[in-house]
Structures are given as structure tokens and as C-alpha cells.
């Protein structure tokens, strides 16, 4: 008899397997990597690896006018096109000191905060989704439906909406849009209760999101996180009512900041659920203020050849994800010298570094998808 003793060794025990996410991953808004050091079932570091969807936008802001840019700058968060226009337009009219009418301004306004609500159903249908419960983005598609009728009424534009102009919109609102606009508010607003009841109040969620990916302030400050994100840590920070800009200012009392002090991603989805909540009031009292002005131009007449004066300025706005900013240089030609775009993706997605390790394999989709994140805002 013949016995045979067969061992796979101590040094096995301790080896760390590396994991690749990605490229192709299902539960990602758009193409990102991750690359992943397991010891069993926990992570050990995680290093997120992006450039997947890299097209050189900067680069092309440098060979197109100040008219042919905002279709680029649009495109780089595909859930925030409106928003995304809105920086490089207010740039270049801070560069040409250029004054705005005022029917522009609360368009403008009220156009961003739809396209908030916008931004945020698509991620409050998805989040749950990718945690498996596949009703809420039913849901979140038909209230989005009923927005994006109305924005593309009036833009023409279903997701790339290049309504902006520099010195104003590129026209006027059709006929009784301010009333339909008005309707299909109301209407969202009606069924928001939904996502809270359906989702918030789903025991099998909260247990796969409370104390899950709780990123502490500190590591907001230290990797510039923003936008909801960074307000769900109790970070207590909104351009829109500590730096003004459009008509923000005089809507100090119906803008709320929503802020949480978990930091994990429950709290992520309440502030990005109760802020949606808000942007919907925001627009109320836009279309009343629209409704209340005088006709009046909805822009300013440019010249031919449009060339901002030599210098430099940098904007910033409070986007959907985050803040957005704009670092502009001229040279006096019409061309930018150069544009540089600071998105918040890029920013919000560099704290899996900290937030991953010590996590287990379970809940990394559930920490992935409550940073909110569109992948071509990380690449530009």
C-alpha cells in the first residue's frame, strides 16, 4: 500500500490575486477599469485605470472658435450636456465683459436645474439596479421621458442639447412652453415618492448600502470629491449659494443644500435623491419669475468673427456630479490658447484608492456606483 501526501504549501495561503474590472463592465457608466489586489474575498488596493475614452477635448478647444467649443464641452458628461455649456459660455462673456439679458439668466437657470433632475433620475433608476432590484429604473426612465420632452422642444436636442450661446440661448422659447414645462414639473414631482418608498424603504438596499463605503471629509478634502458626493460626508459646500452665479442669488429661499454626516452610500443616495426633490422646486419658482418678465431679447448680437481680448479667467459651476471648472487663456484670437476643463468625475473617482481597500469583493459594485460617476467626465 502505497500512501501519497499531497499539499499545496503555506506560501499559497498568503499569495494576493490581482482582478481586473473591466473595460467591459456592465455596472459602469461608461468604460472604466479597475484593477484589484484580493486577499480571498477582501481588497487589499484597488487602483482605478482610466484613458478608455480618452478624446482629446482639450486639445480640440484649441482649433475651434468660441461658437464650435460649446459642442465639445458638452459632451464630456453625457447626463449633463446643458450644464456642461454653461461654463464655457460664462467664461468667454467674463473674458468680453459681457452683460447677459435677464430672460436668459432665468432660462438658463431653469434649463440647468432640468437637466439636474435629469442627470440624477438616470443614476437614481440605475444605483439600485446594480445592487439588483431592477424596478426603480422604470421608474426613473418615464419621469425622465417627461423632462426630456420638454427639453428638446425647446432645444431640439434630446441629450446634446447646444442651447447655449455665448451672450445668451440660441432663441426664444416656443409658444406655452412655460406651461408645458410647468406640467411635466408638476408631474415628476408628483411620483417622486416613488424612489422614496420603493427604494429608500426597501430593507434589502439599506442593508447593502448603510455603513458600506463610508468616506470620511478628510479624504474629501484631500482628493477635491464634490458635488453630492462630498456633501453625503458633511461636507457643506454649494456654488450655487456660496458663489452665485445666474439668477442662484435671488433663489436663496428655495435653494437647499442637502447634506448627510454617514459618508456611506446610503447617504450618497439621499443627497442625491432629496437634491432632485429640490431641483424640481428650483424650477417652479424659475418658470414663476419667467412668467412675471417682460418680453425681451434672449440674447446679445455678436460679431461675425468673435475674438476674446488677451488674458485669462477661470469659472466654476456647481454641475450635477460635482463641480465643474474652466480655466480659459486667450491670446486675443478666435481660438482659446488653451482650455483647460477641471470635471467632476475626474476628482470623485479618485477615491476608490482610499474607499476600496478593506472592503469585500460583495460590496464594491454597491461603493462603485454610488460615486456617480460618468465615465467620459473622467477622460474628457
Not at 475614452?53 to 464641452?73: N, P, S, T
Not at 414645462?181 to 408638476?186: E, N, Q, S, T
Not at 468616506?215 to 458633511?234: F, K, N, W
Request: aromatic letters at 8%.
Amino acid at each position: 500500500m502505497t500512501e501519497t501526501t499531497v499539499g499545496i504549501g503555506g506560501a499559497a495561503e498568503s499569495t494576493d490575486m490581482v482582478l481586473n474590472i473591466g473595460p467591459q463592465h456592465p455596472s459602469t457608466h461608461g468604460v472604466l477599469r479597475l484593477r484589484l489586489v484580493l486577499d480571498g474575498e477582501r481588497i487589499i488596493s484597488a487602483e482605478p485605470v482610466i484613458g478608455y475614452m480618452h478624446r482629446g477635448a482639450e486639445k480640440l478647444f484649441e482649433a475651434r472658435d468660441y461658437r464650435q467649443i460649446v459642442m465639445l464641452a458638452n459632451r464630456h458628461d453625457w447626463l449633463s450636456a446643458f450644464s456642461n455649456e454653461l461654463g464655457v459660455v460664462i467664461a468667454v462673456e467674463r473674458m468680453l465683459g459681457m452683460e447677459v439679458p435677464e430672460r436668459a439668466v432665468w432660462t438658463r437657470t431653469l434649463l440647468a436645474e432640468l437637466n439636474r433632475v435629469l442627470n440624477h433620475l438616470m443614476f437614481l433608476g440605475s444605483y439600485p439596479l446594480e445592487l439588483g432590484g431592477i424596478t426603480p429604473v422604470f421608474h426613473a426612465f418615464r419621469e425622465r421621458e417627461e423632462l426630456q420632452t420638454v427639453m428638446e422642444e425647446v432645444s431640439g436636442g434630446r441629450m446634446h442639447y447646444m442651447f447655449n450661446r455665448v451672450g445668451g440661448l440660441k432663441e426664444d422659447l416656443p409658444a406655452g412652453w412655460l406651461g408645458r414645462a410647468r406640467h411635466a414639473v408638476a408631474e415628476v414631482r408628483s411620483r417622486m415618492d416613488v424612489h422614496d418608498r420603493l427604494v429608500l424603504g426597501n430593507e434589502i438596499f439599506r442593508g447593502r448600502t448603510r455603513g458600506v463605503g463610508v468616506l470620511t471629509p478628510e479624504t474629501v478634502h484631500a482628493y477635491g470629491v464634490s458635488g453630492p458626493i462630498a456633501r453625503a460626508s458633511g461636507v457643506d459646500f454649494d456654488l450655487r449659494r456660496d458663489e452665485p452665479y445666474l439668477a442662484y442669488g435671488e433663489l436663496g429661499d428655495v435653494l437647499k443644500v442637502v447634506t448627510r454626516q454617514e459618508g456611506d452610500c446610503l447617504a450618497r443616495f439621499e443627497c442625491l435623491l432629496e437634491q432632485t426633490h429640490n431641483a424640481l422646486e428650483l424650477a417652479d419658482a424659475c418658470l414663476d419669475r419667467l412668467a412675471e418678465l417682460a418680453p425681451g431679447p434672449i440674447n446679445q448680437r455678436l460679431p461675425k468673427v468673435l475674438k476674446a481680448p488677451e488674458g485669462s479667467t477661470y469659472v466654476w459651476t456647481e454641475n450635477p456630479l460635482g463641480l465643474n471648472g474652466y480655466y480659459l487663456v486667450s491670446k486675443g484670437e478666435k481660438t482659446p490658447y488653451r482650455l483647460k476643463l477641471r470635471s467632476a468625475s475626474f476628482n470623485n473617482i479618485q477615491a476608490l484608492v482610499e474607499l476600496l481597500p478593506g472592503t469585500l469583493v460583495a460590496d464594491m459594485v454597491a461603493i462603485l456606483g454610488s460615486l456617480f460617476f460618468v465615465v467620459g467626465d473622467i477622460d474628457k
